[in-house]
């Protein structure tokens, strides 16, 4: 211990900083803050794996600030918190950026660069920027445990992610199935819904949109079904019409369906149109506006209105022209959708690779390019006619399949045409590839259909289309042979028990991520790409017999199996040692042997990325493989923290696997952070040039100055601007105010020696001065507490803050100050000394969690002298409790007053225009309205504080109904003109 206090010239939070953390890696302050509570109640944290391929930013700071400051708290109260770091390598976000760095796409993998060189590269980028998370870790005083972290790509993580698809296989949770999802060209793989749903990931674009004109088979010499009853319907409204435009024959003109689509790229795969059984449709009668011929055309009657002038109806068609603006129109029948079922219409767009003979060697027995209804079908937009591509719809899949329309996949993984498709064969539907001299394929298409009488309308049209959350690219909808998770199969489970978790805010759980859950789908699970976990499922080549692997004990010994019933050269690589990793190429390089004794391949595809993270509650341990104590010991999780973009993403499939596999939630409490906008709001990125680099920031403010106004700034939850004036103001008002407090403290501590040696002071004994602070002091510790409890840490901070600047400095030693200097060293002295280390070593453990290494040094600083504490650190004390019997609320309200009726008095005087009333200059007599005789008593009792203060020598207290204040209320022209003016 030291004799004197330390005294210190000027506040360097960066300096103390670095001597505390040097301190904690010294004497392994983080490790026996965890061994120290062993034996007491456990407090379960999971850390979010970050993905150390790339930088981290000033948002992974205040999320890891929330988690830190829960768990200090936490390990305060009592709790044992172990925690985990671990670290997310797999998927697509490395891989892209591993073919970014080597100049290469997906398609060169395998041939440009082999499998195992490849996925080498990327075990070796994924881990690039390790240390400078580790040192930002360090700096800002986040601690996890770094020296034992779990890691998505190594062998026993992968295991226990395979005992996991084993568990839902057995259950039947785990099917392959071919259906319509969200693929992403740019990428190369389909995306999850959950993926899809990534925040940013929809965008408003503008797109050539296209109202294709389908031509009505109605002539049985040009292939249509004379025998279908709505034909002699729309023959003889046609015939009967006795509108005779000049230069054309109505009678003799075309008939067409109209149909609409914001991505024409899908126009030579359409197979179908689809109406609403029970919409009214109507047939039309009036000009192409394109090629101003004569046409019949056929949609909602509720639509008509958005293609035609009301002006228009029955015009002039007889003197119609190419330069006559105003087209004429005419209704010339109606009829429900229904009554169109069936009805034939002609190819849009023939071409070599879409002939009807293609489509059923595709689909055998396939019958296309007919009328068929769908309940999906709406007048809300479009022309309540839809064209229906089964290859590129959930909706036109589905409608398709049951009609038997076919399907034709025209476009291929990369996103361009397949050979066949006429001009537009090999070219890109979107610009995938950032060519500079892109032309859009859409808007090619969306000519040839004017110069061919097949478009009506063709504009740009802004609407909200989902992109990729890795390529920016948009994506499309697409039929791959996936593998699905059945989530649907427990989502009223999943529902019913997120009601029990405690989220942050409420309305997150409730809203943005309950009605994701009510809405769900199933998981897409396949991924078809390199570098990630590989789907653990071997089948036969015909498809018949398939096996999915639990463990590398039961792989290994299916290894060996199909070498013994096989023979030859099968897995002669891996019959000695098993195994020895389980990514591509290795696995794929594995044959099993099938029950009736077929060969069988591993399905080439991954699994998603966000199973990786998802299963950490059981993968971190290798749980069931080992470690099964420590699983069941910290399964589920008493808190989780991350932005509030995982909501869909980590907090959602955490969710999912745990109801899948256990039937249980995965997380009690779950607090979901907002974004880090830049001071005027805006988001942060590299192009606009605010993003603000976290080292920076610490190295000039310190990490506890960062991390109290990120966390005192706004609630955790709401979107913060980050301006570094608000740091610096923190760093001056509060860290500023506390630390001068301390150098006042220790100054005259060290002239007097005090060392709280001296027996403890009853609080009762006290002045009343010192009764009043730690009753507020007490009270204090209540709301931070209460605060913290309720995973409200702003609210904490800022009690704090207040106490510090309201009450301690401002007040309480600013009033005090003559007790400290003067005087000799008895009682009252005493009393001020304790009161006052008191409430500094208070402080220490209060603001403990949100500014660690302050308050160790604080704590340090009074603990080496006073030796009150035998614990190396205030983070191995426990949390303060408060004292009820010193708290004092009747003092705490009117030494409120004093210090309100004070402030009032000296800005009367301050901004007093007719009399310059300066605080120096005393004066006789202040009156102070009371609102009843219990306020008159609290004022009487501070009077003396009050004219101490204000320099006013009497205090007279006025009743609420005393006539001496005269009140009149003059309205302003504004208000009066706007509440009784001329209505």
């Not at 993580?157 to 839902?168: K, N, Q």
């Not at 109202?211 to 079904?225: D, E, I, Q, Y």
């Not at 060697?361 to 209804?373: D, S, Y």
């Not at 493989?625 to 399964?635: D, I, R, T």
């Amino acid at each position: 211990m030291s004799g004197k206090y330390t005294e210190y010239q000027q506040l360097n939070l960066p300096s103390i900083s670095e001597e505390i953390l040097a301190k904690w890696k010294n004497e392994n302050t983080f490790e026996k803050s965890v061994t120290l509570r062993e034996g007491f109640p456990p407090f379960v944290f999971y850390e979010g794996p970050p993905s150390a391929n790339g930088m981290p930013g000033i948002h992974h700071v205040i999320s890891r600030t929330l988690k830190d400051l829960v768990c200090r708290y936490k390990t305060m109260q009592g709790f044992q918190v172990k925690r985990k770091g671990g670290w997310d390598t797999h998927g697509l976000p490395i891989e892209l950026g591993v073919e970014k760095e080597l100049g290469i796409t997906k398609e060169d993998i395998g041939v440009k660069i082999s499998v195992e060189d490849y996925n080498k590269k990327c075990r070796e980028v994924v881990m690039r920027f390790k240390d400078k998370w580790d040192d930002i870790t360090q700096k800002m005083g986040y601690w996890v445990d770094l020296n034992n972290p779990y890691v998505t790509f190594e062998n026993n993580y992968v295991e226990t992610l395979w005992w996991c698809l084993s568990e839902l296989y057995k259950k039947g949770y785990l099917y392959e199935s071919v259906s319509i999802q969200p693929y992403s060209p740019a990428a190369g793989t389909g995306l999850s819904s959950h993926e899809l749903n990534q925040p940013g990931t929809y965008k408003d674009v503008k797109d050539t949109s296209a109202v294709a004109m389908f031509r009505a088979s109605l002539n049985p010499s040009k292939g249509g079904t004379s025998e279908h009853p709505t034909f002699s319907k729309i023959f003889s409204a046609i015939t009967e019409s006795k509108v005779s435009p000049k230069g054309g024959d109505l009678e003799g003109a075309e008939v067409f369906f109209m149909a609409w689509t914001t991505t024409p790229w899908t126009l030579p795969s359409n197979l179908g149109l689809t109406v609403g059984p029970n919409i009214d449709y109507v047939l039309v009668q009036t000009f192409n506006p394109y090629t101003h011929l004569p046409i019949n055309v056929i949609l909602a009657k509720a639509l008509v209105s958005k293609y035609f002038k009301a002006e228009g109806e029955n015009g002039d068609f007889e003197n119609y022209a190419a330069d006559v603006k105003l087209i004429p129109w005419k209704i010339v029948a109606e009829f429900k959708g229904k009554e169109l079922e069936g009805m034939g219409y002609e190819q849009l767009l023939p071409s070599e690779a879409n002939t009807l003979e293609k489509i059923q060697e595709i689909t055998p027995g396939a019958q296309p390019f007919k009328v068929v209804l769908g309940d999906f079908v709406t007048t809300e937009d479009g022309t309540g006619i839809v064209h229906t591509a089964p290859a590129f719809g959930a909706d036109d899949f589905k409608v398709g399949q049951k009609n038997n329309l076919g399907i034709l996949t025209l476009v291929d993984k990369q996103g361009k045409f397949t050979e066949g498709v006429g001009e537009f064969s090999n070219r890109y539907v979107k610009n995938y590839k950032d060519e500079k001299d892109y032309v859009d394929v859409n808007i090619d298409i969306a000519v040839k259909l004017k110069l061919e009488n097949r478009a009506f309308k063709v504009e740009k049209y802004e609407h909200n289309y989902p992109h990729c959350w890795r390529t920016d690219k948009p994506i499309i909808y697409y039929p791959l042979d996936a593998w699905f998770i059945k989530t649907t199969a427990v989502k009223d489970r999943m529902v019913e028990l997120n009601k029990t978790i405690n989220w942050k805010p409420a309305n997150t759980g409730t809203g943005r991520f309950g009605n994701w859950l009510e809405n769900m789908v199933d998981w897409n699970l396949s991924r078809s790409r390199f570098w990630g976990t590989p789907l653990p499922i071997w089948k036969t080549e015909d498809g018949e017999e398939e096996l999915c692997i639990g463990s590398i004990e039961e792989l290994n010994n299916e290894i060996k199996k199909a070498a013994e019933v096989l023979g030859g050269e099968t897995n002669k690589h891996y019959l000695h040692e098993g195994i020895l990793d389980l990514h591509k190429p290795y696995v794929d390089e594995i044959t099993l042997v099938s029950p009736s004794g077929k060969p069988m391949q591993r399905v080439p595809d991954l699994i998603d990325v966000w199973f990786d993270s998802g299963a950490m509650p059981y993968a971190q341990w290798h749980f069931p493989f080992e470690n099964k104590e420590s699983f069941k010991e910290s399964f589920p999780a008493d808190f989780i923290a991350e932005g509030v973009d995982q909501t869909r993403g980590w907090f959602y499939t955490l969710h999912a696997l745990a109801v899948l596999l256990f039937d249980s939630v995965a997380y009690k409490t779950v607090v979901s952070n907002g974004l880090v906008l830049d001071k005027n709001g805006q988001k942060m990125s590299k192009r606009l040039g605010n993003v603000v680099d976290p080292f920076a920031t610490i190295n000039s403010f310190g990490a506890d100055a960062t991390r109290w106004y990120l966390i005192t700034n706004a609630s955790p939850w709401d979107s913060l601007k980050f301006d570094e004036e608000g740091i610096k103001e923190v760093q001056r008002r509060f860290f500023g105010t506390l630390y001068n407090t301390y150098q006042f403290f220790a100054l005259y501590a060290n002239v007097d020696g005090f060392a709280f040696k001296e027996t403890y002071i009853p609080v009762k004994d006290r002045p009343e001065i010192d009764q009043w602070i730690l009753s507020s002091l007490n009270t204090l510790i209540k709301d931070v507490q209460d605060n913290f409890d309720a995973y409200e840490p702003t609210q904490a901070g800022r009690a704090i803050e207040d106490f510090v600047n309201a009450h301690l400095s401002n007040w309480y030693v600013r009033l005090c100050r003559r007790r400290f200097w003067k005087g000799e060293y008895e009682h009252d002295k005493i009393c001020a000394y304790q009161t006052l280390y008191e409430c500094l070593e208070t402080l220490c453990k209060l603001m403990a969690p949100v500014a660690p290494f302050f308050a160790d040094w604080l704590f340090s600083n009074l603990n080496n002298v006073s030796g009150r504490f035998s614990n190396e650190s205030v983070h191995h004390t426990d949390f303060p409790k408060a004292n009820e019997a010193v708290i004092d609320i009747d003092l705490e309200k009117r030494m409120q007053l004093a210090q309100d009726i004070s402030s009032l008095i000296l800005s009367l005087r301050k901004n007093n225009k007719k009399v310059n009333l300066k605080v120096r200059q005393p004066l006789q007599k202040v009156f102070i309205p009371a609102l009843d005789s219990t306020m008159a008593e609290r004022i009487l009792k501070v009077a003396d504080i009050i004219k101490a203060e204000t320099n006013i020598k009497e205090v007279e207290i006025l009743s609420a109904d005393n006539d001496f204040i005269q009140k009149k209320q003059k309205p302003t022209l504004r208000r009066w003109v706007k509440n009784w003016g001329v209505k």
